[in-house]
């Protein structure tokens, strides 16, 4: 890659959070905390759908891989982000700051496809019950997720190309906390209004458009729910969606805010606390959004326990 006047450096320094050393200690253990609550509350999730064959149904198996995809994701941002806090170089190799951004946009654009393909499966549940089985089988479902996840690693394979190959300049600084969009166009020496042209073209049809079809789907949910006489039946169909619904808010709110503007109204440091929630707050809320009033989730999580536990008992017993 060339460097236009300035620069042969292959590396980026990543300023994360300005301030004493003593809060970036503390950061580290608030964030680190928050990691392993993530990665555990995702993790369970996994776990439970896998071996609790009450959770064989496809509203669950999105909800599985949905899971994987978070622990993925944070796994790309919080170690690095960890790390940096303890270490006053934070440098970063080009090599690595690309695979960062790649593997970012990759898992973030395929769970943005998944929480639409989620979206059609209530819809679809909700809306067309007596033909929900025969439409939303095992091998449909495959395919429409694998095509979700392909789709999120192509287009962050051109999204990464198109940035790394613009000409950076001698400064190397990235005000963020990992290697992201909008930083990364700051540092570019050449004009970048046709690159800019481009991210907001593939962003609005990574986040636009199934944020949309996600808001449509739920106008005709919100309608066959009103539909039903009883008043149980309502209460059961809402709840059913409302975790979803939440979490596609959170989700495509805090990305819309920050990549579907022009890159004069950027402001990195608002950009850089947004990241941060969405980055790590919101992973580690899913879990607990869908499981804390899910009778289905807590049910599992019962008889997993309740099976380990007499496991235990009877290897103790043997011994």
Not at 114 to 125: E, N, Q, S
Request: hydrophobic share 50%; charged share 15%.
């Amino acid at each position: 890659m060339h460097r236009q006047n300035n620069s042969t450096e292959d590396n980026f320094i990543i300023l994360g959070f300005n301030t004493s050393r003593t809060l970036q200690f503390a950061l580290f253990a608030l964030f680190l905390l928050m990691h392993l609550l993530t990665l555990s509350g995702n993790l369970a999730i996994v776990v439970l759908t896998l071996v609790d064959p009450a959770l064989h149904i496809p509203m669950y198996f999105f909800l599985c891989n949905l899971s994987f995809i978070e622990v993925c994701y944070t796994l790309v941002i919080v170690p690095q982000m960890l790390a940096n806090f303890l270490d006053k170089s934070r440098s970063v190799s080009l090599t690595a700051c690309a695979a960062q951004m790649y593997f970012f946009i990759a898992f973030g654009g395929s769970e943005c496809f998944l929480l639409a393909l989620m979206a059609y499966d209530r819809y679809t549940a909700i809306c067309n019950p007596l033909r929900y089985t025969l439409i939303m089988n095992k091998n449909f479902c495959k395919k429409i997720l694998a095509i979700a996840c392909i789709s999120g690693f192509t287009i962050s394979l051109g999204l990464t190309t198109l940035i790394f190959s613009l000409p950076f300049c001698s400064s190397h600084n990235i005000n963020h906390f990992f290697c992201d969009i909008p930083p990364l166009l700051f540092l570019a020496c050449n004009d970048t209004h046709d690159k800019e042209v481009a991210v907001f073209l593939v962003c609005t049809m990574i986040l636009l458009i199934p944020f949309l079809l996600i808001l449509i789907s739920y106008v005709f949910i919100a309608h066959s729910i009103l539909m039903i006489k009883c008043a149980e039946g309502r209460k059961k169909a809402f709840s059913t969606c409302a975790a979803h619904l939440i979490v596609a808010i959170l989700h495509y709110g805090c990305a819309i805010f920050i990549y579907i503007r022009p890159k004069a109204s950027y402001s990195l440091n608002e950009d850089k606390l947004v990241s941060l929630i969405y980055t790590n707050v919101t992973p580690m809320m899913y879990p607990m959004i869908y499981s804390l009033r899910n009778k289905e989730v807590k049910g599992a999580l019962k008889r997993l326990w309740e099976k380990t536990f007499i496991s235990m008992e009877n290897k103790q017993m043997k011994h």
